[in-house]
């Protein structure tokens, strides 16, 4: 969804803090030191102070202009993920059900909602849960869930919001929270919970260390065809997630960059990870999943000369 975007303000002393926020892009040298623009603004002007980013077809998506990770992208109107835009543009009309799991502040929900018949958001935050709901919650055809995907429902587990950046957050695990970092307590939900049987759904799932726990918990819904979206981050050169997917009898692992590629080995997922700081998106499915067969058809008509 890169045509017809267009910004609005919720103030305009939001429009001032933009403006600036833009010049102060230009000097930062690297994601962090804009990250502390932006927090810093935000200490200066009215915490509430946002833009709304505007596309054609999709809800408005309300971004805080103290957001250093989601101001980024609505600076200079630059896609978003496109690789992920693809594969659900692919996937309108062949399957009902798209899942945002990891949804953060509703961005792939708003987006998928005109695309697919219903679409279920699942965010662990409390925090980021509003924004998801402030985003989202109006919309018929979406369900929200505050909840954190595991490999199965029902336990309590302690979430950690990361004091830098939202985008960061994840469940505590084996890795302690900083002494800025504030903790909660989520409960789980597993994918096959969320599927209903015998549907092939999109599900997109990015959960910040708990890839492999919530593939887990997906077991019958890849089974019966359902295509995962995932992230396998540009920092973690073994490639963990992936490994675990490629070593699944029976399924497959794709890049959606450049059209639908597979993907045959770790050393090849691997080789596409260029930026250490960027999150990288896949696509996995059993490879008789009629599902994905119709997204590679798909793909394949895009690719063709006109």
């Not at 995962?228 to 073994?238: F, P, Q, S, V």
């Not at 997917?245 to 029976?250: E, R, V």
Request: aromatic share 8%.
């Amino acid at each position: 969804m890169t045509a017809q975007r267009h910004l609005t303000f919720s103030s305009p002393a939001a429009r001032v803090q933009y403006a600036l926020l833009m010049g102060l892009f230009r000097c930062a040298v690297t994601r962090g030191l804009y990250g502390r623009f932006a927090r810093g603004l935000g200490k200066v002007f009215d915490p509430e102070n946002a833009v709304i980013l505007h596309e054609a077809g999709a809800a408005p998506y309300r971004i805080l202009l103290n957001d250093g990770y989601w101001t980024r992208f609505a600076l200079y109107l630059a896609p978003y993920e496109p690789e992920v835009d693809s594969v659900l543009r692919a996937a309108s009309g062949a399957t009902p059900l798209f899942c945002d799991l990891g949804a953060n502040m509703g961005y792939w929900t708003t987006r998928a909602a005109p695309l697919f018949e219903r679409v279920i958001a699942v965010e662990a935050s409390a925090r980021t849960f509003e924004g998801l709901r402030g985003n989202a919650g109006t919309l018929s055809n979406v369900t929200l869930h505050r909840a954190a995907i595991h490999a199965g429902s029902g336990q309590v587990l302690t979430f950690v919001n990361t004091h830098l950046s939202h985008a960061s957050a994840r469940l505590m695990g084996d890795l302690p929270a900083n002494a800025q970092d504030q903790t909660e307590t989520v409960t789980t939900l597993a994918i096959d919970d969320l599927v209903p049987p015998g549907t092939a759904a999109v599900i997109k799932l990015d959960v910040e260390g708990a890839e492999i726990a919530a593939i887990s918990g997906a077991a019958r819904a890849i089974a019966e065809g359902s295509v995962l979206i995932y992230e396998d981050h540009g920092n973690d050169r073994a490639c963990m997630v992936s490994a675990h997917l490629l070593a699944q009898p029976g399924l497959s692992v794709y890049s959606s960059e450049n059209g639908l590629i597979a993907m045959p080995d770790v050393a090849t997922i691997r080789a596409l990870k260029r930026d250490p700081f960027k999150g990288y998106n896949f696509v996995a499915a059993h490879a008789e999943s009629p599902l994905l067969a119709q997204l590679i058809q798909s793909f394949a008509k895009s690719a063709k000369p006109r």
